[in-house]
T-cell receptor, first 118, second 108 residues
């Protein structure tokens, strides 16, 4: 149980276009979803926190107009990279906190999205 | 800030024991996680420490000392499949804040 399905797994887009990444909680309700970005050989950096039905909270240095987050339902959170540039190429991963999740002790991760902007 | 530090890379031999350290500077946190991550994949949970001391789970153990501001992950009987990145992360009742990760290479 407590699975987060993330799509797409990888995407290549042209510079200047927008890309949407979806994370769905399959068997639980995710009131909060965390979005991370990971550059090669670096750790996961928290970008923003999305809360169902309210505005996302962005970490310092993350452009909210560039990385649009929508959490319109308890099972779906989306991250849209607008006007993508090559420097946005990265591994994006979502995570949800799940109570009483014995094996994962509270957090479950999506499988990640490899974005390449050409 | 939380300044979570880990060694960047480590190499160890199959069958050996390796200890991966994690030091941090923070005023308070609920607990400390250790995750394993293979390239291009999601992190997988290894352990979670709330109290000081050692938590053992099979070949993996994790230790936390709040007073000294450090934790370590101990991997025993190393296997080739243990080659991966190992991330420590602080939990403050909200999102996880990850260290930079340690890339472990297990050699024959």
């Amino acid at each position: 149980g407590a699975v987060v399905s993330q799509h797409p797994s990888w995407v290549i887009c042209k510079s200047g276009t927008s890309v949407k990444i979806e994370c769905r909680s399959l068997d639980f309700q995710a009131t909060t979803m965390f979005w991370y970005r990971q550059f090669p050989k670096q750790s996961l950096m928290l970008m923003a926190t999305s809360n169902e039905g309210s505005k996302a909270t962005y970490e310092q240095g993350v452009e909210k107009d560039k990385f649009l987050i929508n959490h319109a339902s308890l099972t779906l959170s989306t991250l849209t990279v607008t006007s993508a540039h090559p420097e946005d190429s990265s591994f994006y991963i979502c995570s949800a906190y799940v109570r009483d999740r014995g094996e994962n002790y509270g957090y479950t991760f999506g499988s990640g999205t490899r974005l390449t902007v050409v | 800030g939380q300044n979570i530090d880990q060694p960047t890379e480590m190499t160890a031999t199959e069958g050996a024991i390796v200890q991966i350290n994690c030091t941090y500077q923070t005023s308070g946190f609920n607990g400390l996680f250790w995750y394993q991550q293979h390239a291009g994949e999601a992190p997988t949970f290894l352990s979670y420490n709330v109290l000081d001391g050692l938590e053992e789970k099979g070949r993996f153990s994790s230790f936390l000392s709040r007073s000294k501001g450090y934790s370590y992950l101990l991997l025993k009987e190393l296997q080739m499949k243990d080659s991966a990145s190992y991330l420590c992360a602080l939990f403050r009742g909200y999102a996880l804040n990850f260290g930079k990760g340690t890339s472990l290479l297990v050699t024959p």
